[in-house]
């Protein structure tokens, strides 16, 4: 059972480009969360989704981001005209089922550099 | 609500001595609590985790961590420390009614020859 992937792995955008990002969930697991690491900082909860349905993007910025995890294919991360601020490794985890005792499982994550 | 405080944000023991990374928490519901752990460069590994069973929990590699409800802490011990226990270690609660888990800041471990 492959574990949770995430391409790719390293991103290189100039600012005002757009970046897609991609996390395929392990195999039987519906939930798709995610995470973005700043540099020298923790995890920051970002967005939480189901099939075709974002259920909390609490922590998503207000502009330029969006999530979507359709009901074929892989969960996308999208960052519109990025800046450097949104440099940073951005982690995508998946579960299961939404119960607090299921473990999130994490991609290798992907490592943007905005230029 | 819920939160995680990582009280250490740099640990330093020497090879073949305990190591002890410190978390507290707080949170208004009966929480799922896990310990992972980041190498440089890489992704996150689960450690171990805490679900209402076992108060205390043993993981991978020799860690384990004990669940304190009255003191509200998860510490992360490992009897004796190895260079490749070098990494960031990063506590997490997790809420029951949704899917978001909140993540402290980090322990960053080195350990010395």
């Known amino acids: 059972n492959a574990g949770v992937m995430q391409n790719p792995r390293h991103l290189v955008r100039r600012r005002g480009q757009e970046a897609r990002l991609r996390c395929s969930p392990m195999?039987?697991?519906?939930?798709v969360y995610w995470y973005r690491q700043l540099p020298e900082e923790g995890l920051k909860f970002m967005v939480y989704l189901q099939k075709e349905n974002i259920i909390d993007e609490s922590g998503m910025p207000k502009e330029r981001f969006s999530a979507e995890f359709p009901k074929e294919g892989p969960s996308i991360l999208r960052i519109q005209q990025v800046v450097r601020g949104d440099s940073a490794a951005y982690f995508c985890?998946?579960?299961?089922?939404?119960?607090?005792?299921?473990?999130?499982?994490f991609g290798p994550g992907t490592r943007l550099l905005v230029l | 609500a819920q939160s995680v405080t990582q009280l250490d944000s740099h640990v330093s023991v020497s090879e073949g001595t305990p190591v002890l990374l410190r978390c507290n928490y707080s949170s208004s519901y009966s929480p799922s609590l896990f310990w992972y752990v980041q190498h440089p460069n890489k992704g996150l590994q689960l450690l171990l985790k805490y679900t209402s069973a076992a108060t205390l929990v043993k993981g991978i590699n020799g860690f384990e961590a004990e669940f304190k409800k009255s003191e509200t802490s998860f510490h992360l011990t490992k009897p004796s420390a190895h260079m490749s226990d070098a990494a960031e270690y990063f506590c997490v609660v997790s809420d029951p009614n949704a899917g978001k888990s909140t993540f402290g800041d980090g322990t960053t471990l080195t350990v010395k020859p």
């Open positions: 985890a998946s579960s299961p089922a939404t119960l607090s005792q299921e473990t999130q499982y």
């Open positions: 195999k039987g697991h519906s939930h």
